[in-house]
Each structure stands twice: as structure tokens, then as C-alpha cells.
């Protein structure tokens, strides 16, 4: 525990020490900014406008550092040689791969964090009610992330950076379409669309599931049993694809 610790405090610090973190987080926050200004060119629903942009541009920042920060994370050490060092000390494979998840997770929730301060500050200088579904969108965003963050991890365990963000990207685009998916299933006539359909649905993480800014902005709050339920199903999700991760980065050659 003491060695996945070391490695998950070692990659927080180098990866807060990248610069492209804060020129991300700088754009959320004035994308956040900028949706009062956006609110108040239209008639009616500022608040709306204000928590659609605000909500929005977490996300996405959110969703850019899981992946290509995450794919990064073990292709850097492979490219440069130094997974062998690091690997050539009392550290298992499994180890070195959680702790560079869970320094990455700890970069990410802290980013939000940052990021849902100031959504909060904008929210209340416009003078526009704050409604506790905002702050269940954006735990829910969360989650999304560390399960995107896992799926990044996941695919640059076997490939090269450039086809795991092709891959992961591909799933993320996948994974909030999967009702679409299912919906064709359903309606085809095509015994092997259909197949292939509900293979898609089932094999890829629901990610719509976990999107519910939409009617965060319009201020309507879930039930706590779907928050639960939403969060559990990420998480277990995202736990899978780690013990895969880890699995295939036992069994690969160096």
C-alpha cells in the first residue's frame, strides 16, 4: 500500500507540474465566465444559459485531461525507457499501474474541485439561484471521468498513444450513444445488426447514465437511489477495466 501510495503521489506532482493543466483549467474557468455574458444577451433563462456553459465546460475539460493525460501515463514511461527503472525496483506491475490511476484521479478530482468553486462564484455574482442538482450533475461528471480515465489507462496498457486515444475517444462517442444503439437493435430486420447492435450496448459503458446536466441546469434534482446507482455502476465499471489494465500489463514483455 506504502509503494502504490509513493507512485500515486509521484504522479500527482509531475502531473500538476504539466502546464497544459492549467491552461485547461484556465479556459473552464473562462468559458464558465463568459456564459454570463452569454445569459444576459438572451431573453429569459440566463440562469439556464449560465449553468448549460458552467456545466458544459467542466465536463469537457474534465473529459480532455482523462484522456490524453491518462494515455500518457504509461506510454511516457515505456517511450522513455524508464519503466524499467521503476519496474527494477520492489514495485509490482499492478502497483505501478493503480498508482499512476489514482495520482491522475487525485489531479482530476482537484481540478474539478477548482473548477466547481468558481462555477459556484459565477453562479452566485450573476445573482441566479444555485440548485443542489448542479453540484449531483458534477458528481456525477466525476465518476465519468475516473471511467474515462480508466478506459485511457486501459487501452495504452497494449497500444501505442495514438491508437489509444483513437480507441478511447471512440468509446466515450459510443458510450453516450448507446440507447441510440439499442433503439436500432430493437427496430432492425437484420438479424446481424441487431447482434452487432446489442453487443456494442453491452460491451460499451453507458455514459448517458452518467449525463444528467441537462435537467441539472433547468434546476430538477434525481433521486438519490439513481445517484447511487449511477455512481456504483461507473465505478464498478471503471474498476473492471483497471483489473484488466493491470492484468495485461503483468503478462507484457519489456
Not at 497494449?158 to 491508437?163: H, I, N, V
Request: with cysteine; charged share 15%; glycine share 10%.
Amino acid at each position: 500500500m506504502n509503494t502504490l501510495f509513493v507512485v500515486a503521489h509521484n504522479t500527482f506532482r509531475e502531473t500538476v507540474r504539466d502546464k497544459i493543466l492549467y491552461n485547461l483549467v484556465f479556459f473552464a474557468l473562462l468559458l464558465i465566465g463568459a456564459s454570463v455574458l452569454l445569459g444576459t444577451l438572451t431573453i429569459g433563462e440566463q440562469d439556464r444559459i449560465v449553468n448549460d456553459v458552467g456545466l458544459a465546460a467542466i465536463n469537457l475539460i474534465g473529459i480532455i485531461i482523462a484522456i490524453f493525460v491518462g494515455i500518457s501515463l504509461v506510454t511516457k514511461e515505456i517511450d522513455r525507457r524508464t519503466v524499467y527503472t521503476i519496474l527494477a525496483r520492489p514495485i509490482t506491475r499492478t502497483q505501478f499501474v493503480l498508482g499512476k490511476y489514482c495520482g491522475l484521479a487525485a489531479v482530476i478530482g482537484v481540478n474539478i474541485a477548482i473548477m466547481l468553486g468558481m462555477f459556484i462564484v459565477t453562479i452566485w455574482l450573476s445573482g441566479h439561484v444555485i440548485h443542489g442538482s448542479l453540484f449531483q450533475a458534477v458528481q456525477l461528471m466525476l465518476v465519468e471521468t475516473l471511467l474515462v480515465t480508466a478506459l485511457a489507462m486501459f487501452f495504452s496498457t497494449f497500444s501505442s498513444a495514438t491508437l489509444s486515444a483513437i480507441m478511447t475517444i471512440g468509446f466515450y462517442v459510443i458510450g453516450h450513444l448507446t440507447g441510440d444503439m439499442k433503439g436500432i437493435a430493437e427496430k432492425s430486420k437484420s438479424a446481424a445488426t441487431e447482434l452487432i447492435m446489442s453487443g456494442i450496448y453491452y460491451l460499451c459503458p453507458n455514459l448517458e447514465w452518467l449525463n444528467i446536466k441537462g435537467q441539472a441546469a433547468r434546476g430538477v434534482m434525481v433521486s438519490g437511489e439513481y445517484q447511487l446507482t449511477a455512481t456504483v455502476y461507473g465505478l464498478v465499471y471503471a474498476g473492471l477495466l483497471l483489473m484488466g489494465a493491470c492484468r495485461i500489463f503483468e503478462r507484457r514483455d519489456f
